[in-house]
């Protein structure tokens, strides 16, 4: 069993910046690709940035591009999303996602179906 708990979230204005954690409770951490997703009132999930198990392909959505960084620290199982100048579009529920597939790269924009255990998000919140 996989346990991914987020944490970072909070309310900030237009142009903060935030850095939410991703701790994932999984063996060979360091095998696993890593995705942040988000999911804003009334709209589908999608995907914002992941990384490969390597740390050395990442990928991100055209909205975040040059304002979001994805990366991840093996030592400490841990996965993070750092966000700059937050507009009030980025507002959503942020979900962290493992993907089990051992020695994934995402080279390309990888799917939901690709990622197995999610945590339960966390809160995004950008004033105007």
């Known amino acids: 069993q996989v346990h991914v708990v987020e944490s970072g979230g909070g309310l900030v204005r237009t142009g903060d910046s935030l850095r939410l954690s991703c701790a994932a409770s999984?063996?060979?951490?360091?095998?696993?690709?890593m995705g942040w997703f988000r999911q804003a009132p009334g709209k589908k999930r999608e995907l914002v940035a992941a990384?490969?198990?390597?740390?050395?392909?990442?990928y991100y959505s055209d909205s975040v591009k040059g304002r979001f960084t994805i990366s991840r620290e093996v030592a400490e199982n841990t996965a993070y999303l750092q966000m700059n100048i937050l507009k009030p579009e980025d507002t959503a529920i942020y979900y962290c996602?493992?993907?089990?597939?051992?020695?994934?790269?995402?080279?390309?924009?990888?799917?939901?179906?690709?990622?197995?255990?999610w945590g339960q998000g966390t809160q995004v919140t950008v004033s105007s």
């Open positions: 999984a063996p060979s951490f360091n095998t696993y690709a």
């Open positions: 996602a493992v993907a089990l597939l051992a020695y994934m790269e995402v080279n390309t924009e990888p799917t939901e179906d690709e990622f197995d255990y």
């Open positions: 990384i490969g198990w390597s740390g050395s392909t990442t």
